[in-house]
C-alpha cells in the first residue's frame, strides 16, 4: 500500500489553517487518503473532526497511506507537500 | 393587527422591520427512540439541516471577508464533515430522531476533542455552537446566540449580556426589544451607543415568532406587532425624519433662545475620544479613568496615566473642555493596590473617594498626571472626584486638585446628602456634575445591578427630580456649572427637563449627541422651565415622560 512518512511544517501542527488546508486538499483527490500518527488507527483525511483529534502538533511525523489506485502516488505527493509546508510563514 | 406590547422606551427612534429572536440553550432532545421514525425521513431533515448551517456560516463569511471568513468557513468544513455524516445516518439508521443523531454525532467528536485538553478548547466551544445551530434548525426553536439573518432586524431577546454585543452586527440592527432589563441595563446603554430605537422590560416580547413585523417605538416604549400597512407607512416617514434631521444637528449646543448648554461626551479611554468627536462633542463631561488601574497589581505609573490623559486631550479641538473623572473604585470593582477586604454591601462600602482617601498617594499621582498632561495640552481640563458626601469631602478633594495646574475641581453628586446640601458643597468646589444613574440607586435604595428592582433606574421618577433642582438652583445661586453624565442626559426630552432644573451641561453616549441637540434647539429656556414642572407634578416616572413628551414641540417631526 502506498504511503508517506511527512513532518508536519507549520508549527501550529495540523490545527486551524494548515488542518483546513489540508482537508481541502484530501477532498479534491481522486482517491481516499488516510492519515496516521504514533501508529494509531488511520483517519480518514477529508474529515477535518478527525484531523483535529488526531491533535497532531508542528515537527511530529505523520503516515499519510491511500489504497494502490490510479492517481494514488500523485495524490499522496500532493498531501505529503500540504503537510510539509510551513503554512505560518509567509 | 395584534395587541402592542409594552415596555420602557429607552433609546428613542422608531424602527421597523421582522423580529430575531435571540435563542437560549437549545434543548438535549430525548434519547428514547420514538416509535414510527422513517430513519429515511430522518435522515434527509438531518442533512438538510447540516446542509442549511453550512450555507449559512458561509454566507456570513464571505459578507465579513478577513480572518472572520476563515474562521467561519474552518467551521462549515466541520459541519460537512463525512465523518459526522456517517454517524448521522449510521445512528438514524438505528431509529434516532434527526434531532437525536445530530446531537449525539456532534457530542462524539466534541468529546474526543474535550479529552485532547485545553489546546482543543476553541474547537470544543465550535462544535457546541454547530450542534446547538444544527439541533434548533430541527426542532424549530431559535438558534442560541446573536441571530444573524442576513437582512436588516429587531433584535428580540430576554436581555443582553456584554458578550452577545461584542459580536453583534452592529449595521444590520434597526431596533431592540428585551423582555427584561431595566433604562440602565446594558441594552439601553449598547443602543443609545448605536442611535437605535430600544424597548426594555417588555413583558411578552420572546413569545414573538422570528421574522413577525413590528413597529418599535423607543420613545413611548410601544411595540406594535403585525401593524398595518398605513401604520408601516407612518413609522417608516418617522424613521426618515429623523435621519434627515440627524444630518443636520451641527454645532454647540444651545436652547432656541440662543441659552449655551454644552453638549459633551462619556467616554471609557482614548480609543472613545475619535467617536466623541465625530459625533460632534463640544468635549468630554465623564472621562472614566478606570481602565488604566483595573486587572493589574500595581498603579499605573504618572507617565503613563499621562500618556493616555493626553492623547483624549489631543483628540479635542484647542479649548474643549475635558472633565477627568478620577479612579472610582471599590468592593464592586476591587484593585489588587488596594485592599478593602469584603464588603457585605459594596455598593454602601469604601467606593469612589472613600476608597482613594485610604491611599492619598495613588490620588496625588493621578492629579499630577493629569496636571502635567493638562499643562502640556490646548483643552480646558477640569477634575472631578466620585462618590462625595459632604462638603468636608468636596473640599479635601479641591485641597488635593490645588496642588495640580487642573482649570477646575468639582465633585459627582451621587449621593443624596449630597444633592440636598449642594449649595455648601458648591461652596467648596468651582462646578458639580450629577450622575443620575448612582443618585437614583441611593435615592431608592435600589441596588442597580439587581435587575428585578431596575425601574427604581428610571431617571424620570420625580423623587429624583427634586434632587437634580435642588442642585440647580444652588447652581444658579452661586453662578457655578452643574452637569448631568448619568444615563439622563441621553435622552432628549429628559434633557429638556434638566435644562429647565437648571443644568448647565449635559454628558452622554456620543450616539444621543445630535438627537439632544436637536430637540434642545426647538425650546426656549422657558419652554424648558415649564417641561420641567410637568416632570416635577407628576405622581410617577411613567406620568412623567407622558407629559413632557405631550407637551415638548417637534417630538414627531424629528421622528423621536
Same mark, same amino acid.
Given at each position: ?90 | ?18 423580529? =430575531? ?9 430525548? =434519547?428514547?427512540? %420514538? ?63 434527526? #434531532?437525536?443523531?445530530?446531537? *449525539? ?30 439541533? =434548533? ?19 428580540? =431577546? ?71 400597512? %398605513?401604520?408601516?407607512?407612518? %413609522? ?7 435621519? #434627515? ?122 492629579? *499630577? ?57 458648591? %461652596? ?58 448619568? *444615563? ?51 405622581? *410617577? ?20
Amino acid at each position: 500500500m502506498p504511503e508517506r512518512r511527512v513532518v508536519v511544517g507549520s508549527k501550529v501542527g495540523l490545527h486551524a489553517r494548515p488542518a483546513a488546508l489540508f482537508v481541502q486538499a484530501a477532498a479534491k483527490q481522486p482517491v481516499k487518503v488516510t492519515i496516521a500518527k504514533d501508529g494509531r488507527d488511520p483517519v480518514d483525511a477529508r474529515s477535518i473532526l478527525a484531523v483535529l483529534a488526531l491533535d497532531v502538533r508542528g515537527g511530529e511525523e505523520v503516515v499519510l497511506a491511500t489504497a494502490d489506485a490510479e492517481g494514488a502516488e500523485t495524490a499522496l505527493d500532493e498531501l505529503a507537500t500540504v503537510v510539509a509546508t510551513d503554512h505560518d510563514a509567509k | 393587527m395584534a395587541t402592542p406590547l409594552r415596555g420602557v422606551g429607552v433609546s428613542p427612534g422608531v424602527a421597523v422591520g421582522p423580529v =430575531a429572536l435571540m435563542g437560549g440553550e437549545v434543548p438535549e432532545p430525548p =434519547a428514547g427512540g %420514538a416509535a414510527g421514525l422513517d430513519a429515511a425521513a430522518e435522515l434527509h431533515a438531518a442533512k438538510a439541516a447540516l446542509e442549511a448551517v453550512a450555507g449559512e456560516l458561509e454566507t456570513r463569511g464571505r459578507a465579513a471577508g478577513g480572518d472572520v471568513q476563515d474562521v467561519l468557513e474552518a467551521q462549515a468544513m466541520m459541519v460537512r464533515d463525512p465523518s459526522l455524516d456517517d454517524q448521522v445516518e449510521t445512528l438514524t439508521g438505528q431509529g434516532r430522531s434527526a #434531532a437525536r443523531a445530530v446531537w *449525539e454525532a456532534f457530542t462524539v467528536y466534541r468529546d474526543v476533542l474535550a479529552g485532547a485538553g485545553e489546546y482543543m478548547a476553541a474547537r470544543v466551544a465550535d462544535l457546541d455552537d454547530l450542534r446547538g445551530r444544527t439541533v =434548533a434548525r430541527l426542532l424549530g426553536v431559535p438558534v442560541p446566540g446573536v441571530p444573524h439573518p442576513g437582512h436588516p432586524y429587531v433584535l428580540v =431577546a430576554r436581555d443582553l449580556a456584554p458578550a452577545d454585543t461584542a459580536v453583534l452586527d452592529a449595521t444590520s440592527v434597526l431596533g431592540f426589544v428585551t423582555e427584561e432589563g431595566g433604562p440602565t441595563s446594558h441594552t439601553a446603554i449598547l443602543a443609545k451607543s448605536l442611535a437605535v430605537p430600544a424597548v426594555v422590560g417588555c413583558a411578552g416580547a420572546t413569545g414573538l415568532a422570528d421574522g413577525t413585523r413590528v413597529i418599535v417605538d423607543g420613545g413611548t416604549g410601544e411595540v406594535r406587532v403585525d401593524p398595518s400597512e %398605513a401604520e408601516v407607512r407612518a %413609522a417608516q416617514a418617522r424613521v426618515a425624519a429623523r435621519l #434627515a434631521a440627524r444630518g443636520q444637528a451641527t454645532g454647540p449646543g444651545a436652547t432656541a433662545d440662543g441659552q449655551p448648554v454644552s453638549l459633551l461626551a462619556n467616554i471609557g479611554g482614548p480609543a472613545d475620544a475619535p467617536g466623541a468627536v465625530g459625533a460632534g462633542a463640544e468635549g468630554v463631561g465623564l472621562f472614566r479613568t478606570e481602565f488604566l488601574f483595573l486587572d493589574r497589581t500595581d498603579p499605573p505609573t504618572i507617565d503613563e496615566q499621562r500618556e493616555a490623559y493626553q492623547a483624549v486631550f489631543d483628540a479635542f479641538p484647542a479649548g474643549a473642555k475635558v472633565v477627568v473623572r478620577t479612579l472610582d473604585a471599590g468592593a464592586d470593582k476591587p484593585l489588587a493596590f488596594l485592599d478593602l477586604g469584603g464588603e457585605p454591601n459594596p455598593a454602601l462600602g469604601q467606593r469612589g473617594l472613600r476608597a482613594v482617601r485610604r491611599v492619598p498617594e495613588v490620588l496625588a499621582d493621578q492629579l *499630577e498626571a493629569v496636571g502635567t498632561a493638562a499643562a502640556a495640552s490646548g483643552a480646558d481640563v477640569w477634575v472631578m472626584a466620585p462618590m462625595v458626601a459632604s462638603a468636608d469631602e468636596a473640599a479635601w478633594f479641591r485641597a488635593q486638585a490645588r496642588r495640580q495646574p487642573i482649570g477646575k475641581a468639582g465633585v459627582m453628586i451621587e449621593i443624596p446628602a449630597a444633592a440636598l446640601r449642594a449649595g455648601a458643597v458648591l %461652596a467648596e468646589v468651582d462646578f458639580v456634575s450629577i450622575g443620575t444613574n448612582d443618585l437614583a440607586q441611593y435615592t431608592f435604595a435600589a441596588d442597580r445591578l439587581v435587575s428585578e428592582l431596575a425601574s427604581f433606574q428610571d431617571p424620570w421618577q420625580p423623587a429624583l427630580l427634586e434632587l437634580v433642582a435642588r442642585v440647580g438652583e444652588a447652581g444658579r445661586d452661586s453662578g457655578k456649572p452643574v452637569g448631568v453624565c448619568g *444615563e439622563a442626559a441621553g435622552d432628549p426630552l429628559l434633557a429638556l427637563v434638566l435644562v429647565g432644573l437648571g443644568v448647565t451641561s449635559l454628558s452622554m453616549a456620543p450616539g444621543s449627541l445630535a438627537d439632544v441637540r436637536l430637540l434642545l434647539g426647538r425650546h426656549t429656556m422657558a419652554d424648558c422651565r415649564r417641561l420641567a414642572r410637568l416632570a416635577l407634578e407628576a405622581s *410617577e416616572a411613567g406620568a412623567a415622560r407622558r407629559r413632557v413628551r405631550e407637551a415638548a414641540s417637534g417630538v414627531d417631526e424629528l421622528g423621536l
